[in-house]
């Protein structure tokens, strides 16, 4: 699968797909106009590209500043789709990457992995 | 004249403590350019970070509320699209030493027992039980299905300092007039 790069604007975050090397990172802000735009077609590619990987070291890491109801929604399903992938026998690594100064977004990592089974997650404070 | 009555306006907007005000239709770049003055302001004001982003996130889902929910609207076309204004009024203010943030729109009078029963369900709620509530509503149906109430009051509630305050107002025969107000 082709490389998806595509720079943060105000409402959107940065997104950076290696699906080469397995890397996969939102770096941001993330309350779009229309979640489903934004996210429908990559998180779509993400999971085809999954289905096809034989055990293979995957990491996805979110370094975002915030985010709305909405995009909270997607990300659920995010986390549920690589906890999954996980399951099927991918390593999958999932990295929180928080501003220390702002506990909710601390409190959200914490509470999105509470239900992963598989997936290795780990959090870590971003220096501001 | 003229500019004594504006003066005056905005006088008495400062007296009771408002930093912004906004009263017309609402659309997704309003709540981008608003946002971005919003944000710059609340870092001039040398706001905790925590705070600022607080202030930031319940301000977007109660501009998001009114853009996806309110009653008054009118429908535009050209060419291209067919935009869908919806008007709504929100403001942020310090009260005690707090923001609040408040926003009101109209609403069906038939929608209101329903938003009325599941905003109050809310004020009844612990933070604990929110952020529990708050999963729920994350893996629940989307926001089309579950129209009102969804998991944008649980991310205002969650984010608010104090219990939500709201209220419903008789416009006429089909049309309430909704307030919701927040504090971080």
Redesign the interface.
């Known amino acids: 699968m082709e490389n998806i790069k595509i720079e943060a604007t105000d409402r959107s975050p940065e997104v950076d797909f290696d699906f080469a090397n397995n890397t996969f990172v939102l770096r941001g802000e993330s309350y779009p106009e229309d979640v489903t735009a934004f996210y429908g077609e990559l998180i779509g590619n993400l999971e085809s590209h999954l289905e096809a990987l034989d055990g293979a070291e995957v990491q996805f890491t979110f370094e975002l500043i915030y985010f709305n109801s909405s995009t909270a929604k997607v990300l659920m399903g995010l986390f549920d789709m690589l906890d999954e992938a996980a399951g099927d026998g991918l390593s999958v690594v999932i990295s929180w990457i928080y501003d220390e100064e702002d506990d909710t977004m601390e409190e959200l990592g914490e509470e999105f992995a509470e239900d992963l089974e598989n997936a290795t997650f780990n959090m870590k404070k971003m220096q501001t | 004249m003229l500019a004594s009555d504006m003066f005056e306006f905005r006088k008495k907007l400062q007296s009771e403590g408002i930093v912004f005000v906004y009263s017309g239709y609402v659309t ?1 770049p309003v709540l ?1 350019g608003i ?2 003055a919003l944000k710059q302001k609340l870092v001039l004001e040398a706001t ?3 705070t600022m ?2 202030v ?2 319940i301000f ?2 109660e501009m ?1 509320n009114i853009i996806r929910y309110s009653a008054e609207r009118e429908s535009v076309s050209d060419a291209n699209e067919d935009v869908d204004l919806r008007y709504g009024v929100l403001n942020i203010g310090m009260e005690n030493q707090k923001f609040y943030i408040k926003c009101g729109n109209m609403v069906m009078k038939a929608d209101v027992p329903r938003l009325s029963s599941r905003l109050g369900d809310l004020q009844r709620l612990d933070q604990d039980e929110i ?1 529990k509530l ?2 729920e ?3 629940g149906p ?2 089309q299905t579950s129209k009102g109430a ?3 009051f ?2 205002i509630a ?2 608010s300092s104090e219990i939500i305050d709201f209220d419903f107002m008789d416009v006429d025969d089909s049309h309430s007039f909704f307030c919701l107000k927040a504090y971080v």
């Open positions: 997704e981008t946002g971005e905790d970070k925590k982003r607080n930031f996130a977007v889902e998001q952020k708050y999963k509503k994350l893996r989307t926001e969804g998991v944008g649980v991310e969650r984010r």
